[in-house]
């Protein structure tokens, strides 16, 4: 057994003081025990919270973070599809040890800022000639190796990739992508759950790269005879070219036909779905759905901005993720999801709940949405019988340090930064060391590495 004395743990009816933390040989806690008698100077002087959940990776795009920001200035539009042919460069080029040394750093990363779990969707899955490994998923166990060594939860997605577009063949650049069939698909699946074997903090979720990427039989065939008790995931309406294309193929919008198609219920996991009409809006919220938000990807893509005000209305539930990793900063990620929708609507109450608690909030729909989208239906933020995975903020910041009780989440959600992370444990073991992750000299060689034989920097 193992003990963690913290200045105060938020739970979801508010925050507990002078909280004493038992856990057991796995990380699971064993105990709560506010206001502990055994509260003294060997406490950890810091704020828990729960473990922020990224619900939306691409590990591999980490080594192009920043690249794509030099233009071209000749009346050439730079959007979406432009940033696309420079990912397709890179996603040619990585080979399996590349993969694990770069998801490695960007796992601990994640870890540095706060994130305990993270939700893989993964769709680079063959050589670099479009054949299958012999190990079906060899780059996914790659994924699993480096969340292992880097000490955080993966949900692995492999990826169902089948086309070029909207009844279109596979391009060049997507052949490490392809499975052919659903039947492709689901050996795929089975042999990435085999390599989520090798690592208690690993499990497995199914995913569809978008609309464009799969043709709408099979889409509705995963949907209807793939996996039942697992999440699904989906890239849906993130382009207007990409709605535009599904009205053309389809004569529908995407949203409006996965609604109109596939029975949707909670377990789906829709990515971005930035191009909504209120109709497609109100539906996704009534079926129980829920919509994975990645603003800083989205901004750096020029995506748009998701219609927020009114999906909360209707008691839509959301998550977020990081995506293209851009940004890494659960914070940044909720207040620049917060501050958009103030843009838009000249109101500052866009994440008050019923309390009013803008902070509060946030931290509840990020990580409870964020948990079902990696099988996880746990609503309290510390549980017993639950692993004990927290991100821990510094006790002794002056706004936190002075804050009432019931301006704390607010404090920390719309004025700290990394540098007041002190800590991040996960599975009850403290993964964080001074600001850094305990594994960061290794990690960052071999990512330094890494970097300079893949020379895309």
């Not at 750093?105 to 969707?121: D, I, K, P, S, W």
């Not at 949907?223 to 999440?231: E, F, K, T, V």
């Not at 759905?289 to 990645?294: D, E, F, S």
């Not at 948990?371 to 933020?381: G, I, L, Q, T």
């Amino acid at each position: 057994m193992k003990s963690f004395l913290l200045k105060k743990i938020l739970q979801n009816d508010g925050w507990l003081d002078a909280v004493k933390i038992d856990v057991d040989d796995v990380g699971s806690i064993i105990r709560i025990e506010p206001n502990s008698l055994q509260y003294d100077s060997s406490a950890i002087n810091g704020y828990a919270i729960p473990g922020f959940q990224n619900a939306h990776s691409h590990a591999f795009q980490y080594a192009m973070a920043g690249l794509a920001e030099v233009h071209e200035t000749l009346n050439k539009s730079d959007n979406f599809w432009s940033w696309r042919e420079a990912m397709y460069r890179l996603a040619l080029s990585v080979n399996p040890d590349q993969m694990e040394a770069i998801a490695t750093q960007l796992y601990c990363e994640m870890v540095r800022h706060g994130y305990t779990n993270v939700a893989e969707f993964h769709y680079i899955h063959h050589d670099k000639n479009g054949n299958p490994y012999n190990n079906l998923a060899e780059m996914g166990s790659r994924m699993v190796a480096a969340a292992k060594t880097a000490g955080i939860n993966i949900t692995l997605i492999p990826i169902f990739y089948q086309k070029g577009g909207f009844g279109k063949d596979p391009l060049e650049g997507q052949k490490r992508f392809i499975s052919s069939t659903t039947d492709d698909y689901l050996k795929l699946i089975e042999s990435s759950e085999k390599a989520c074997t090798y690592y208690s903090g690993a499990n497995i979720a199914v995913g569809i790269h978008s609309m464009r990427g799969v043709s709408a039989k099979d889409i509705i065939e995963l949907a209807d005879c793939g996996p039942q008790n697992i999440p699904f995931h989906i890239h849906i309406a993130e382009q207007l070219k990409e709605i535009e294309d599904c009205m053309s193929y389809l004569s529908r919008r995407p949203v409006e036909w996965l609604l109109d198609n596939i029975d949707v219920t909670d377990r789906f996991h829709l990515v971005h779905a930035t191009h909504l009409t209120s109709q497609e809006t109100i539906g996704i919220a009534k079926s129980g759905a829920n919509v994975i938000l990645c603003p800083s990807t989205e901004g750096n893509l020029g995506d748009g901005i998701f219609p927020l005000i009114e999906y909360q209305k209707h008691q839509g539930t959301w998550s977020i993720g990081t995506d293209s990793h851009i940004g890494i900063n659960p914070l940044e990620e909720l207040r620049l999801l917060d501050y958009g929708q103030r843009l838009i609507s000249h109101q500052r109450d866009t994440f008050s709940n019923q309390n009013g608690d803008s902070g509060k909030h946030a931290i509840e729909m990020a990580t409870i949405g964020g948990r079902k989208a990696m099988n996880n239906k746990s609503r309290d933020f510390f549980k017993v019988g639950e692993p004990f995975n927290a991100a821990i903020f510094d006790g002794n910041s002056p706004l936190l340090l002075t804050a009432k009780n019931k301006n704390l989440s607010s404090s920390i959600l719309y004025t700290s930064n990394v540098s007041h992370q002190s800590g991040t444990i996960v599975n009850g073991s403290m993964k964080t060391e001074n600001g850094k992750h305990k594994l960061h000299r290794k990690t960052q060689d071999s990512f330094i590495k890494t970097l300079r034989e893949l020379g895309n920097r």
